[in-house]
């Protein structure tokens, strides 16, 4: 598949984001030409949607011990079936087409949204999960909305990604 929208859908004891998966598909079939899904889900939350087109079940969930399921999202560049993708969250719904962004996107290797809006247009500057960012004076940037396609440099990225991901997890193993 060439091109396609790409995202995990992991549950916890708060969130059924299998549920929220569903409705961002219907969504994004709703409103996209453009629109081939792929949701990446782990062995426990169960996933099935005529919206998407592609499930894949993690192997190796590194995930499997935490509230906050982020500890997969490195995989993004192995997992996925395309060759350009935009990578989101669970959590979103599409609300109009967005089949120009391809036109856009395909020129680059990597792109990420920056200061991304709520729903009133205002800037989001919640930093509860990006206290690193603000400490070290990084970019307002969100991986949540993300293109790359499959390229040396995108998967360095992902790569380098993987890295911090593995060495976190031998630094909290130690305490």
């Known amino acids: 598949m060439y091109k ?16 929220l998966s569903v409705k961002l598909a219907e969504s994004i079939k709703r409103h996209n030409r453009e629109n081939k899904i792929c949701v990446v889900t782990d062995e ?3 996933f099935e949607s005529e919206y998407v087109d592609v499930v894949k079940v993690l192997k190796q969930d590194d995930s499997a011990e935490h509230d906050i ?3 997969n999202e490195y995989k993004a560049f192995a997992l996925t079936p395309f ?21 856009y996107l395909w020129q680059h290797d990597l792109v990420f949204s920056v200061d991304c809006r709520d729903y009133r247009d205002n800037i989001v500057k919640d930093t ?10 990084l970019p307002n940037i969100y991986n949540g909305l993300m293109y ?11 790569e380098t990604a993987e890295h ?7 630094s909290k193993a130690r305490c």
Do not use: P
């Open 4 to 19: 396609g929208f790409l995202w995990f859908a992991q549950n916890n004891d708060n969130t059924d984001y299998v549920e």
């Open 148 to 158: 790359f396609r499959k390229s040396a440099k995108a998967q360095k990225f992902y």
């Open 83 to 103: 060759t350009h993708t935009i990578k989101l969250e669970a959590d979103m719904l599409w609300t109009t087409s967005t089949d120009w962004w391809w036109y």
């Open 128 to 137: 509860t999960y990006r206290q690193l960012f603000v400490k070290n004076k």
């Open 44 to 46: 426990a939350s169960k």
């Open 69 to 71: 399921k982020w500890a």
């Open 164 to 170: 911090i991901e593995k060495i976190g997890k031998k």
